[in-house]
């Protein structure tokens, strides 16, 4: 059983629709880091979270502890958004990652 | 401020060879945490080291070791490699430990191994 699990594993969406990728996990967790990575492999943090919610930009990410979940939004969505995005959870002295999101914003 | 370095960004070896990747972390971060990253398995945790001792080690064979100096610079090895270590390998930095502190990683753009 993964630690991590994320949905959907692909997702097609036009330019200018709002996005949602969920996360759901099962270890206590201190934080929650929502990670982009691009063809080429670099990965670049969007976000981490330990409680409620944050912004950036066009980025919403949110998490419900009790829950353990999480979700990433992306509003008004652009073919640069296009790219694999990555639930990881850091708990038990490790990171724990999801299998990823794989987006394609389509003009 | 510069960001974590990884050096090579490509390296191809041969089955039974050794290898070595470097991970420079940001200035002033203590610890660095190594990935490795493949289509079948996406990204696994190897292992961390703070204050040049591992703190924590996935679920991977001995083949695979680091080490880190006192600048924080880490290095990890694979020995007698084999196809399937054929991955992207990540590292990132922080200020802390992972998981003892609420605070940011920062990943480097990685080591593309192939192993022929």
């Known amino acids: 059983k993964n630690e991590v699990e994320q949905s959907p594993q692909n997702l097609t969406a036009q330019e200018g629709e709002f996005i949602t990728i969920n996360c759901s996990y099962s270890v206590g967790i201190s934080a929650l880091h929502w990670l982009q990575q691009h063809p080429g492999g670099g990965i670049v943090s969007l976000f981490m979270l330990s409680s409620g919610k944050k912004k950036h930009g066009r980025l919403i990410a949110t998490i419900n502890i009790q829950e353990k979940h999480s979700s990433l939004h992306i509003t008004a969505s652009h073919p640069r958004d296009s790219a694999v995005y990555i639930c990881a959870v850091r708990g038990k002295g490790q990171f724990y990652f999801g299998t990823g999101t794989s987006l394609t914003v389509i003009p | 401020k510069a960001g974590v370095t990884q050096t090579p960004r490509y390296l191809i070896k041969t089955r039974g060879q050794q290898v070595t990747l470097s991970c420079s972390p940001i200035s002033g971060h203590r610890s660095v945490s190594w990935y490795q990253q493949t289509p079948g398995q996406g990204l696994q945790f190897l292992f961390e080291?703070?204050?040049?001792?591992?703190?924590n080690k996935g679920n991977f064979p001995g083949r695979f070791s680091g080490r880190q100096f006192s600048n924080s610079r880490s290095e990890m090895n694979v020995s007698t490699l084999e196809l399937g270590d054929s991955a992207l390998y990540l590292c990132?930095?922080?200020?802390?430990?992972?998981?003892?502190?609420?605070?940011?990683?920062?990943f480097g753009q990685g080591t593309r191994l192939t192993v022929v």
């Open positions: 080291y703070f204050s040049e001792t591992q703190r």
């Open positions: 990132a930095s922080s200020l802390t430990q992972v998981g003892v502190a609420y605070t940011e990683a920062f």
